[in-house]
C-alpha cells in the first residue's frame, strides 16, 4: 500500500440546504439530475480535482445517503473523505465543515453542492490562487442590464461593468476564514457567502474567471438546464446493428443457361422463375430487406413490376442496396449458402464473391455451396435450394 502525502488543502462541500425553491420532493443535494444527484455530481468534480480533505456536510437525518455518494464519488481517494451534519444556515453548515478539517490544512475551499457541474480546472485553479492572507473566488461578468428598483418603480440604473457574479469553490487561508468565522458568530451576523464573511473581518478577497458550468441549481429551470448539458453530452448509444434472413428455392427447368450467384453458367441447366431465376441472388436480397425491416423481394421485385422479367442478380442487389441506402441503412455483409449437386462451384467462388460485392457497393459477400448426400429435391437435382443471412447497420 502507497502511502499518499497529506492534502494541505480542505474542501468544504454545503449540501445541508433543503431547496425549498426547487421543490424537488428531498433534500436539494440528493434530487436526481440524471442517473446521478445533484450532490453526486459535485462530489465527481471534487474528486476529479487534485487530492484534497473533503468534507461533506448533509442534511441532518441524510448522513448515511450523503456518506454512500460520497464513497462512490471517491473511490480511492475514501480516506480523504468525511461527512458531518449540516445547520439551519448556509453559514452553520460552513462551520460545521470547519470543524472537521484536519490539522495539517492550510488553505480552505468553501463549496456549493448546488454547483453541481463546476469544472474540477475551477477547483483547482481557486486552489492555486489562494494568497497568503488573501481570499479568492471565482466570478463572471453579470450580463443583464440591472436595475434599482421600488416596488414597482425603477428608481436607478446600475454599472453592470462594476459588478461580479460570485460562484464557488471560494478559497480562504485556513486560519483567518475560521477567525473570521468566531467573529460573525460573536456578532451573530449572518453572510450570504464566505467571501462577505471573510472581508468583513477585514481580509482582502480577488476574483479569478469562473464558468457557466458553475451556475447554481436553484430553481427547476436551473435544474432542467444541468439535464440538458448532461444530455448533450453523453455518447449517442452505438447503432446497434440488425440481422436478416432470406430463403430461396427454384426447380431447373427454365430457358437457356444456368444463372446462379451472380454468374453466366454456360451448359448448365437453366432454373426456372420469372427473372433469371437467380435463387442465391434472391435469398440475399430477402435478407438484406428483412434485416432493414423493409418487406420481402415480393414487395418490391414481384411479378408486378415486369422490368424485373429476365433481370440478372446485379440488378436486383443494387436496388436493394438502394433501397437499404434511402431508408438509412449501410450494409455491413451478407453469408450465403445454396444446396445442390450442380454448379461445380468452388473453382468459381471468388468469382461469383466479387460480382454479388460490387453490386451491393462494395460490401463483403460469401458464398459457400453444399450438397446434400442425395437427399431431398435438391439431393435429387430437382432444383437449389439458398439461405442468405445479412447484416446491416442504421447509418445516423
Ligand atoms: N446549504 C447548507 N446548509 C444550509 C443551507 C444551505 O449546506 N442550512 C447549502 C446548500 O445545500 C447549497 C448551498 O448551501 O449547496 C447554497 O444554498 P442554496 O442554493 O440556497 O440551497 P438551499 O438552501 O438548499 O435552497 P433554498 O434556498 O431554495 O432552500
Ligand atoms: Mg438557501
Redesign the pocket.
Known sequence: MTLLPVPRTAII??????????RGGA???LVGIDSRS?LRH?LDGVFAARPMQVVV?A?AGFEGVAETETRAAAGERADLASVVT?????Q???AAGLAALWGDIDTVLVH????ALTPAAQIDAVADAVGAGAGVIPALPVVDTLKRIDGERIVGGVDRSELAAAQ?PQGFPRRALEEAYHAAEAAGVEYTDDAALFAAAGHPVTRIDGSERAF????PADLERARYLLAGERPAAAAMPRIGVGTDVHAYGGDGDLWLAGLHWPGEQALAGHSDGDAVAHAMVDALLSAAGLGDIGTHFGTAHPEYAGAHADVFLRRTAQLLAEAGFDIGSVSVQFQSNRPRFSARRAEAQQVLSAALGGAPVSVTATTTDGLGFAGRGEGVSVTAVALVIPAR
Do not use: H, M, W, Y
Open positions: 462541500v454545503v449540501a445541508a440546504g433543503s431547496g425549498t425553491r426547487l433534500p436539494k443535494a445533484i459535485a456536510v442534511p449540516g445547520g439551519d444556515s448556509r452553520q453548515s460552513v456549493d453542492a448546488a454547483r464557488t447554481k441549481i436553484t430553481t
